[in-house]
Nanobody
Framework: QVQLVESGGGLVQAGGSLRLSCAAS????????MAWFRQAPGKEREFVAV????????DYADSVRGRFTISRDNAKNTAYLQMNSLKPEDTAVYSC???????????????WGQGTQVTVSS
């Protein structure tokens, strides 16, 4: 049974930082592209960041580029999202997802976590 479990969310003031973790089990983690998505109340889910299976290739939404960093530790079956210079508009539920393909389309993400709440106060 595959599980993706996010942690590290919370309440932080604008300008602060948080580090999210996504612990994976039940899959060959090093064979999966990992990504973070977020969904704010009343809004569509949006892409945040993605990292290739090797960790060598990353990409970011324009809204977070330069502030967020995605990484992974294949030995620990864990992906991370370091979020710096947080803004109130970053408030959302953040979920990690795993895809068995390179450069996956949204429909190719096979496994999803339940999400962790990030709230940024002004």
């Amino acid at each position: 049974q595959v599980q993706l479990v996010e942690s590290g969310g919370g309440l932080v003031q604008a300008g602060g930082s948080l580090r999210l973790s996504c612990a994976a089990s039940g899959l060959t983690f090093s064979s999966y592209t990992m990504a973070w998505f977020r969904q704010a109340p009343g809004k569509e889910r949006e892409f945040v960041a993605v990292i290739s299976w090797s960790g060598r290739i990353t990409d970011y939404a324009d809204s977070v580029r330069g502030r967020f960093t995605i990484s992974r530790d294949n030995a620990k079956n864990t992906a991370y999202l370091q979020m710096n210079s947080l803004k109130p508009e970053d408030t959302a539920v953040y979920s990690c997802a795993a895809a068995p393909t390179n450069r996956p389309r949204l429909s190719e993400y096979k496994y999803w976590g339940q999400g962790t709440q990030v709230t940024v106060s002004s």
